[in-house]
DNA sequence: ATGGTTGTTTAACAA
């Protein structure tokens, strides 16, 4: 079984390059955040038209936005608020075999990171403060996947340099510390990096400000498919989709793909 | 040290 993860950022404008996506990767399920779509404007037929007949949508107008779709048959696996926020950035499905799949958009945080002066990168360290609690809370056997933009590289090659990113939001020592914590909650395994060395470098987006990409690849790795302990041997091989940054119109993130055994 | 780009929605905001 494949799963996909990647950060659109508009699916409406990129319908196109999920189609491609789809026949390159031929996921079973398909994560997307930053949808930017409100749910009655969805691109549902054209989605369905893809193979994704089973398509759970949590958008709203402008910003954020998550869906989970499928081509095998899936059910509503609820979705949550995060901060007292209804502001679209999970969303859950029932994959069947008593397994779970768990999308995420967690808060990019601003550019200050200091939660005492930017309320943005406050919002992020309380975002994730409750997804760890939210974590501690699921049964250790229990099976689940949890996938999507997680805004945050906490390895050092997660990122192009470590020692010119150490002060810059996405890879400050007081996120990485919250990821880690999140991650230790359930025992969550990295999916990628249980395929991938930690001293490779591997990257998930590229910013739209650096005109240089693939060039410098001055990416990090800010999207991620964790897995519960009960899965993690099951994971047969992961990885990110590079060739998808180098389309027209990009999204500032490449897909990533895990294979899971169920 | 600064500014660099893109998307949504139309001047500003978020990333």
Request: hydrophobic share 30%; proline share 6%; glycine share 12%.
């Given at each position: 079984m494949r799963i996909v993860s990647w950060n659109i950022n508009s699916v409406r404008l990129r319908i196109d390059a999920l189609k491609k996506v789809a026949d390159a990767l031929q996921p079973d399920f398909l994560c997307l955040q930053e949808t930017k779509t409100q749910d009655s404007e969805f691109p549902t037929a054209d989605i369905t038209e893809a193979g994704f007949a089973q398509q759970l949508v949590r958008g709203m107008k402008g910003y954020n936005g998550v869906a989970i779709l499928s081509s095998a048959?899936?059910?509503?696996?609820?979705s949550?608020?995060?901060c007292a926020r209804e502001d679209c950035r999970h969303i859950a499905a029932d994959i069947g075999g008593k397994t779970y799949l768990?999308?995420?958009?967690?808060p990019?945080?601003?550019?200050?990171?200091n939660p005492k002066v930017n309320e943005k990168f406050a919002h992020k360290l309380s975002f994730?403060?409750?997804?760890?609690?939210w974590s501690a809370k699921l049964p250790k056997q229990s099976r689940n996947i949890m996938v999507g933009d997680l805004n945050i590289a906490p390895l050092e090659n997660d990122?192009?340099?470590h020692k010119q990113l150490v002060k810059v939001v996405s890879h400050t020592p007081v996120e990485v510390k919250a990821l880690d914590a999140w991650r230790a909650a359930h025992g969550w395994v990295d999916a990628i990096r249980a395929v991938?060395?930690?001293n490779e470098k591997i990257y998930s987006w590229w910013s739209y400000r650096n005109r240089s990409w693939p060039g410098s690849d001055k990416g990090r790795r800010l999207d991620h498919i964790w897995v519960s302990p009960a899965l993690a041997a099951k994971v047969t091989d992961a990885g990110v989709y590079r060739d998808a940054r180098g389309w027209e119109k990009p999204s500032d993130h490449a897909p990533i793909w895990a294979d899971i055994d169920i």
């Open positions: 048959e899936i059910s509503d696996g609820g949550r608020n995060w768990h999308n995420f958009y967690v990019a945080g601003g550019d200050e990171p994730l403060k409750e997804a760890t609690d990122v192009w340099s991938v060395p930690e």
